[in-house]
């Protein structure tokens, strides 16, 4: 526990003050930046910044030339406030006057001190990557002697420290509760978005920037004789493009034919934000034996309280059909959903209109239960009959031996 202080003590609202060092640690380590406040010639600055807690101490990174920096300099050190507010909520009351926020802050004060030690500052500098990644320092290039030498660490140490919070419900005045007017509290909460690869990466999204996901919503990598599917990535655009660039591969897709590799990366986008939406899992497909990305496929209409799923959102270059690539890639989502994940029910829908598709369903051992009349829009913007095709768990182990022997190499008689 850290002790009060003159400068840690709160004049109003102690009911919401702690000194408790496991607290500000986790406020300190949640929160992404902090800002940082100091005078210069007399003058109050404030600084923006990422931060890092090793232990009992923050350190800050910077430029060597800036303002803060230099003023650590001296043997004396800066004088500091540096200032970290997690934002929980809004909270409405029935007056203007009892409108607030709930929120975790934490507030230290102290000397600090610019980093000269080389280890202790590259460890600063690691420490600081981990943070927005565990395992990202290992997968980025370390800093340079003179990349290093242009960039300055500050060290606070963690003596004179307090935290702030407020939770809880709505504070009104006893008359006001009979006021028309709603009341309550609006959480907020930061949330990351899909990756967004810069332009030229072919790497595939590390595992340390996805967030933690049920099985069921996880594109694990999957491989037979003919298919290797993996996690869809924006990485993939320009080779799925050149795969499937072919008006018949889209003629009966919802979404309208790329006319550039930008647009594929539209759609895989989406593909994506539904992934992080928890709604669908899509996988690239790409032949095993030559490596090259050749389509997509997906589950989606993800459910796993009543163990279903969904397969589709599948478009194969017109040069891998009748390969056994996509029979295979079925296969293998088959295999993942009632053998891996425990479906009860997997699920296919295809436009009314699309017979070699119904075709390609039935012979996977899918049955068809109706059609749904006007189910979706076509992007020419008529509205399509959908055929619901399913298949059981019970109904698996026929169709699964079924498919296994159609992708059997045929022997010519004789032989």
Same mark, same amino acid.
Request: hydrophobic share 40%; aromatic share 6%; proline share 8%.
């Given at each position: 526990?850290?002790?009060?202080?003159?400068?840690?003590?709160?004049?109003?609202?102690?009911?919401?003050?702690?000194?408790?060092?496991?607290?500000? *640690?986790?406020?300190?380590?949640?929160?992404?930046?902090?800002?940082?406040?100091?005078?210069?010639?007399?003058?109050?600055?404030?600084?923006?910044?990422?931060?890092?807690?090793?232990?009992?101490?923050?350190?800050?990174?910077?430029?060597?030339?800036?303002?803060?920096?230099?003023?650590?300099?001296?043997?004396?050190?800066?004088?500091?406030?540096?200032?970290?507010?997690?934002?929980?909520?809004?909270?409405?009351?029935?007056?203007?006057?009892?409108?607030?926020?709930?929120?975790?802050?934490?507030?230290?004060?102290?000397?600090?001190?610019?980093?000269?030690?080389?280890?202790?500052?590259?460890?600063?500098?690691?420490?600081?990557?981990?943070?927005?990644?565990?395992?990202?320092?290992?997968?980025?290039?370390?800093?340079?002697?003179?990349?290093?030498?242009?960039?300055?660490?500050?060290?606070?140490?963690?003596?004179?420290?307090?935290?702030?919070?407020?939770?809880?419900?709505?504070?009104?005045?006893?008359?006001?509760?009979?006021?028309?007017?709603?009341?309550?509290?609006?959480?907020?909460?930061?949330?990351?978005?899909?990756?967004?690869?810069?332009?030229?990466?072919?790497?595939?999204?590390?595992?340390?920037?996805?967030?933690?996901?049920?099985?069921?919503?996880?594109?694990?990598?999957?491989?037979?004789?003919?298919?290797?599917?993996?996690?869809?990535?924006?990485?993939?655009?320009?080779?799925?493009?050149?795969?499937?660039?072919?008006?018949?591969?889209?003629?009966?897709?919802?979404?309208?034919?790329?006319?550039?590799?930008?647009?594929?990366?539209?759609?895989?986008?989406?593909?994506?934000?539904?992934? *992080?939406?928890?709604?669908?899992?899509?996988?690239?497909?790409?032949?095993?034996?030559?490596?090259?990305?050749?389509?997509?496929?997906?589950?989606?209409?993800?459910?796993?309280?009543?163990?279903?799923?969904?397969?589709?959102?599948?478009?194969?270059?017109?040069?891998?059909?009748?390969?056994?690539?996509?029979?295979?890639?079925?296969?293998?989502?088959?295999?993942?959903?009632?053998?891996?994940?425990?479906?009860?029910?997997?699920?296919?829908?295809?436009?009314?209109?699309?017979?070699?598709?119904?075709?390609?369903?039935?012979?996977?051992?899918?049955?068809?239960?109706?059609?749904?009349?006007?189910?979706?829009?076509?992007?020419?913007?008529?509205?399509?009959?959908?055929?619901?095709?399913?298949?059981?768990?019970?109904?698996?182990?026929?169709?699964?031996?079924?498919?296994?022997?159609?992708?059997?190499?045929?022997?010519?008689?004789?032989?």
């Amino acid at each position: 526990m850290y002790q009060p202080t003159q400068q840690t003590t709160a004049n109003r609202g102690r009911n919401r003050m702690s000194y408790q060092r496991d607290t500000a *640690h986790a406020i300190l380590d949640e929160a992404y930046h902090c800002t940082l406040a100091f005078t210069v010639d007399g003058e109050p600055r404030l600084l923006p910044t990422l931060h890092v807690r090793v232990d009992d101490t923050v350190y800050l990174h910077g430029s060597t030339g800036g303002r803060p920096l230099l003023a650590a300099r001296g043997p004396d050190g800066l004088p500091v406030c540096l200032g970290v507010t997690l934002l929980d909520g809004l909270v409405y009351g029935r007056s203007q006057f009892h409108h607030s926020a709930n929120y975790r802050s934490v507030v230290a004060h102290g000397t600090a001190h610019l980093v000269t030690e080389a280890a202790e500052k590259l460890a600063a500098m690691t420490a600081l990557v981990e943070k927005v990644g565990r395992g990202r320092a290992a997968d980025s290039r370390p800093p340079t002697r003179r990349e290093l030498a242009e960039t300055a660490v500050l060290a606070l140490p963690l003596r004179e420290v307090s935290v702030r919070a407020r939770t809880g419900p709505v504070i009104d005045e006893a008359e006001d509760y009979a006021l028309p007017h709603w009341a309550g509290v609006l959480p907020l909460r930061q949330v990351a978005g899909p990756p967004e690869p810069d332009a030229g990466v072919t790497a595939p999204v590390p595992d340390y920037l996805l967030p933690p996901r049920s099985p069921w919503l996880t594109a694990a990598p999957m491989a037979g004789a003919h298919v290797r599917l993996e996690p869809l990535d924006l990485a993939h655009a320009d080779e799925l493009y050149a795969a499937t660039d072919d008006a018949e591969v889209w003629r009966d897709l919802t979404s309208p034919r790329p006319a550039h590799p930008d647009d594929l990366r539209v759609i895989i986008a989406e593909a994506l934000r539904s992934q *992080h939406a928890g709604t669908r899992v899509p996988w690239v497909q790409r032949d095993a034996r030559t490596g090259r990305v050749v389509g997509s496929t997906s589950y989606y209409e993800v459910d796993e309280a009543r163990r279903t799923v969904a397969i589709g959102h599948t478009f194969l270059g017109p040069a891998s059909w009748r390969t056994g690539i996509n029979t295979e890639a079925k296969l293998l989502l088959l295999g993942r959903a009632f053998d891996v994940l425990g479906a009860e029910r997997v699920v296919w829908h295809t436009d009314l209109r699309n017979e070699r598709s119904q075709r390609a369903i039935e012979r996977l051992g899918a049955r068809r239960e109706g059609v749904l009349r006007r189910h979706r829009q076509r992007p020419d913007g008529s509205w399509r009959d959908t055929v619901l095709y399913a298949m059981i768990a019970d109904e698996w182990p026929k169709a699964q031996l079924t498919l296994r022997n159609s992708l059997r190499p045929t022997v010519p008689p004789g032989r």
